[in-house]
């Protein structure tokens, strides 16, 4: 070797010792990955993590985090994606094919459906709408064409919390009645709201769960990611090509994130349930609010399949207003708002809020007139939330 510095520093011989262990994992990063031979380049397996390829097929920090999520949804294998709208994306895209029809929910997470309404429609796969909260209604929607079924629960802003069980077993007979070459329907579940905490969704039913990484494992509110977990090796190795050919990776540093996260999910997730359930019961009692929507709340819609299913609830819920108050008094509630800031997203820090104009993004109807307003409790005081309410409620009226 010549005496170049740029060569010295680049091929440096000092290695550090092995054994090196803290209670935080390394993080590592890797576009190149590199092979001690010419045979290993070759032979090298990317797709059973007995080994390493190249950056995008996984590094020991993604790796880890993948392990984690696994364990967190009660699953055995789990693929990283850029976010929780990426991941819903990548499990289309693994399963469905031109011809097929898919069914989402009606009240399911908005950018999912435009992900349906316009790729998926432009790529020959068919979407309808079913109502989640009666089973007999996606019974009678499946076709021989149908190939996947979306779940979600609770739904999304109007949080009625679905009978998954008696959705997925809808599924299964349906799949009892084809023939054995035919596809068969898989359950897509987007699990961001239990998140693993409230209830294992595998147990529920589903064939793959997908979450939002960026709500609560994240916790931050400063990461975007997505996961997609299966128990079937033959459904893993189908999301898993399919997430290799789009080349979809996570930064290391965000993964480092998350696993910091998941230390502390248990703890938020509890705290984040137990100020929402007292914010959610005092809001109930408001002049102006003529309905709170949470699933713990004993009259919310599906709230009895709620206790049964699950263990907990997240941090979220609906206020709709009567509707002899008009949206810009609404608006002007959510900007009296000093505490819960407007933004999108949940399960971060700082508590939320957001008005949303339920008639616009749903095809069923909607039993209320008057307007709403989600909002996702952060890990502020309850007292000083409750306060915060109270202080802006009088803009509805003013
Ligand atoms: C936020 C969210 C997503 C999408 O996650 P992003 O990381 O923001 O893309 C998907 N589903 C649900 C239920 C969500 O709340």
């Not at 679905?162 to 359950?187: K, Y």
Request: glycine share 8%; aromatic share 8%.
């Amino acid at each position: 070797m010549s005496d170049s510095l740029n060569t010295q520093l680049i091929h440096h011989p000092y290695s550090p010792p092995v054994g090196f262990e803290a209670v935080a994992p390394g993080v590592h990063k890797a576009s190149t990955v590199l092979f001690p031979n010419v045979r290993a380049l070759r032979t090298q397996e990317w797709k059973d993590k007995s080994g390493y390829t190249y950056g995008l097929h996984g590094t020991p920090t993604t790796f880890t985090l993948e392990e984690r999520i696994a364990t967190l949804e009660g699953g055995r294998f789990c693929v990283l994606a850029p976010s929780g709208l990426s991941a819903v994306a990548l499990v289309d895209m693994a399963f469905l094919r031109q011809g097929d029809e898919l069914l989402i929910p009606d009240n399911a997470y908005g950018p999912g459906k435009a992900f349906a309404e316009g790729e998926l429609k432009a790529w020959g796969i068919s979407h309808r709408y079913f109502d989640a909260m009666n089973p007999a209604d996606l019974a009678s929607r499946l076709s021989p064409a149908t190939r996947m079924v979306w779940l979600e629960a609770p739904g999304s802003i109007t949080l009625e919390f679905p009978d998954v069980p008696a959705l997925t077993e809808v599924v299964r007979q349906a799949n009892r009645q084809r023939g054995a070459s035919e596809r068969p329907i898989i359950t897509a579940f987007d699990n961001t709201w239990g998140a693993g905490i409230a209830f294992n969704a595998f147990d529920l039913g589903v064939d793959v769960c997908m979450q939002a990484l960026t709500k609560y494992p994240s916790g931050g509110a400063d990461v975007l990611m997505g996961s997609v977990v299966t128990r079937e090796e033959q459904l893993h190795q189908a999301v898993l090509m399919t997430h290799m050919r789009l080349g979809l990776g996570v930064g290391a540093n965000d993964a480092e994130l998350v696993l910091r996260g998941l230390n502390s999910i248990g703890v938020r997730y509890h705290a984040q349930d137990a100020t929402t359930r007292d914010l959610a019961a005092w809001m109930q009692q408001q002049p102006g609010v003529v309905k709170v929507l949470h699933p713990a709340m004993p009259d919310s819609p599906g709230h009895h399949v709620w206790r049964r299913d699950a263990r907990a609830a997240a941090c979220l819920f609906s206020a709709v207003f009567d509707e002899s108050i008009a949206q810009d008094r609404i608006d002007a509630f959510c900007d009296a708002l000093q505490l819960f800031r407007l933004g999108w997203s949940w399960a971060g820090p700082i508590s939320l809020c957001a008005p949303y104009n339920v008639s616009s993004i749903r095809t069923a109807p909607w039993p209320y007139k008057g307007g709403l307003v989600r909002f996702a409790v952060g890990l502020e005081a309850a007292e000083d939330l409750r306060a915060d309410l109270a202080q802006a409620l009088p803009a509805l009226t003013a």
